[in-house]
């Protein structure tokens, strides 16, 4: 088998794979054995017709196209490896030469990662610089407050305006503003008990600071208008009124930072709850710093190359955004369809917008390939074993069920190239460079 590449624009690849005539003989052979018992020749028992006969009543032709077909199975992947290639897309197969007695020669046309000549990028870990800041005593601080306020009780404040950080029951009723105030609208909403934690930003914008200051069964009218970019076109840029009454007012009360709050969550002293929490703010520091770093070196980086980005690469990470784009919409109880409308925007548009981020996405995925392969990083199955692990623990699943999961539908793999693209991230994050080349500790 002969096999020449052809670059061709928007990183289609054209294979074009050549095969001896002994090698289409052996396989007209295979494919007579497979086609014969599919006709009728009178005389003669299904199956069990001679080949001359055979192709005197039905013709070689079928055995030649079964031949073809199956030489096209077998050296296709063949192919491929040959030629460097790795297909993104489904192929498409042109026959260029088909006769008995000839070389077998097909075309395959298929979109397919583009060639990448990686630039240099050794300076740049070892010109950025990674600095992790040490912990600062206001931060800590700010860490152990937040401790404080995750232990805090919910308290009766029924005597006390509302504040922020608050939890309030309101009877609430919404309408929509209409230019006769004599006619009222249908109430949009109506609630007899909901509750609402002021300064959380889960109620609608402007909501939560006007009921800042009111006071237990006092009734109230607010009036705000919903954001332009509001998930409900019902609401979305529209006057509203709610009526308004708190009718419970809670308060968080604190515990103090000392010993009995470090016992309760499950530490023996403020001492020791003091280093945990400098340990968290240091982890969070030093993730934050290799991120920035990160992004400094993958933005210069970007900078250095030019590649031909696959538009089924970029196809898939927009269906990945939007499916994203669901989950989100989802937990308010809205969908694309609502948000799409809120906006006035038709699916294509909306493709289109999350095109260039899509892009960015795929040339950062392939670059982050390339400097795996010429770092030689790679996933061990025991990493793999541990992600599997941490999967099943989050999704509460057998580990086995998890596993058997991924193999079966083929997705294995795909988690395997996730996690050298976080390998890679993690290696372009943290690794610093001397003036050598080495590592520094």
Request: hydrophobic share 40%; no cysteine; glycine share 2%.
């Given at each position: 088998?002969?096999?020449?590449?052809?670059?061709?624009?928007?990183?289609?690849?054209?294979?074009?794979?050549?095969?001896?005539?002994?090698?289409?003989?052996?396989?007209?052979?295979?494919?007579?054995?497979?086609?014969v018992g599919k006709y009728n020749v009178p005389g003669f028992r299904r199956g069990k017709v001679p080949r001359p006969i055979f192709e005197r009543f039905v013709g070689s032709e079928v055995i030649l196209q079964e031949a073809a077909q199956q030489l096209v199975q077998n050296r296709y992947l063949e192919a491929l490896s040959e030629a460097s290639v790795e297909p993104v897309a489904e192929p498409k197969i042109n026959i260029v030469k088909l006769d008995v007695g000839e070389p077998f020669e097909f075309d395959i046309e298929v979109e397919s990662k583009p060639e990448l000549n990686l630039p240099a990028y050794h300076d740049l870990l070892r010109e950025e610089p990674l600095e992790i800041p040490e912990p600062t005593e206001e931060q800590i601080d700010q860490e152990l407050a937040a401790v404080a306020k995750e232990q805090a009780q919910m308290v009766p404040a029924d005597d006390e305006p509302v504040s922020k950080g608050n939890r309030v029951v309101l009877n609430l009723e919404g309408y929509l503003e209409t230019e006769d105030e004599s006619e009222d609208s249908?109430?949009?909403?109506?609630?007899?008990?909901?509750t609402l934690e002021i300064g959380s930003g889960t109620a609608v914008e402007g909501l939560e600071d006007q009921l800042i200051g009111l006071r237990v069964n006092e009734p109230q009218t607010i009036r705000?208008?919903?954001?332009?970019?509001?998930?409900?076109?019902?609401?979305?840029?529209?006057p509203v009124r709610f009526e308004i009454t708190v009718i419970e007012n809670k308060r968080p009360d604190i515990p103090e930072i000392n010993d009995e709050l470090a016992k309760a969550v499950g530490?023996?002293?403020?001492?020791?709850l003091h280093e945990h929490v400098k340990e968290n703010v240091k982890n969070r520091l030093e993730t934050q710093a290799k991120n920035d770093r990160l992004a400094r070196v993958m933005g210069k980086l970007k900078e250095r190359v030019s590649v031909d980005v696959p538009e089924s690469l970029v196809s898939d990470a927009i269906h990945s955004q939007l499916r994203e784009l669901e989950l989100s919409l989802a937990q308010i109880g809205a969908n694309t369809q609502e948000f799409l409308d809120s906006?006035?925007?038709?699916?294509?548009?909306?493709?289109?917008?999350?095109r260039p981020s899509a892009e960015e996405q795929v040339k950062e995925e392939l670059l982050m390939e390339a400097i795996a392969k010429a770092e030689?990083?790679?996933?061990?199955?025991?990493?793999?074993a541990e992600i599997i692990a941490?999967?099943?623990d989050t999704y509460r699943q057998p580990v086995d069920d998890m596993l058997r999961y991924y193999k079966k539908t083929g997705e294995m793999e795909l988690l395997r190239a996730s996690a050298l693209i976080s390998k890679t991230r993690d290696y372009l994050a943290s690794t610093v460079l001397d003036k050598e080349g080495e590592s520094e500790e």
């Open positions: 088998m002969q096999v020449a590449l052809q670059r061709l624009p928007n990183s289609v690849a054209r294979i074009t794979v050549t095969i001896d005539p002994s090698d289409l003989s052996v396989a007209m052979d295979k494919a007579f054995r497979s086609v249908e109430a949009f909403v109506e609630d007899e008990s909901y705000l208008t919903y954001p332009e970019n509001h998930p409900d076109v019902n609401l979305s840029g529209k530490l023996e002293s403020l001492q020791e906006r006035q925007m038709t699916p294509e548009a909306l493709h289109e917008q999350l030689k990083l790679d996933v061990s199955e025991e990493e793999i941490s999967l099943a």
